[in-house]
């Protein structure tokens, strides 16, 4: 089993940036391929990052390429998001996903722990 929390989360104004992490606990996250998803209330949740095992490949939606950079210390056994020029649009709750199958990783289906989410709130 592993637990994830995330952190960093928060308010900043548009054109800001913020930097989350998900930190995991119970087992090493060196094995697993992890994703970053956010949804807002209401709406489905959406992918945004994915990363494998050691991070030879990164998948990003395309809405927050270059704006958004999704990377990993797995000694650190933490996986972080980095969120630059941030919009109003990006205002939703955050949550990080471990998949223990490097496939399909732009989907929901794909992760099997999700940690409990972080808000970001983006003010215009």
Not at 9 to 34: I, N
Not at 48 to 77: M, P
Not at 81 to 103: F, G, I, R
Not at 110 to 122: E, H, I, S
């Amino acid at each position: 089993q592993v637990q994830l929390v995330e952190s960093g989360g928060g308010l900043v104004q548009a054109g800001g940036s913020l930097r989350l992490s998900c930190a995991a606990s119970g087992r090493t996250l060196s094995p697993y391929a992890m994703g970053w998803f956010r949804q807002v209330l209401g709406k489905e949740r959406e992918f945004l990052a994915a990363i494998s095992q050691i991070a030879e490949n990164t998948y990003y939606k395309d809405s927050v390429k270059g704006r958004f950079t999704i990377f990993r210390d797995n000694a650190k056994n933490t996986v972080y998001l980095q969120m630059n020029s941030l919009k109003p649009e990006d205002t939703a709750v955050y949550y990080c996903a471990a998949a223990t199958w490097p496939h399909q990783l732009t989907t929901q289906r794909a992760y099997d722990y999700w940690g409990q989410g972080t808000q970001v709130t983006v003010s215009s």
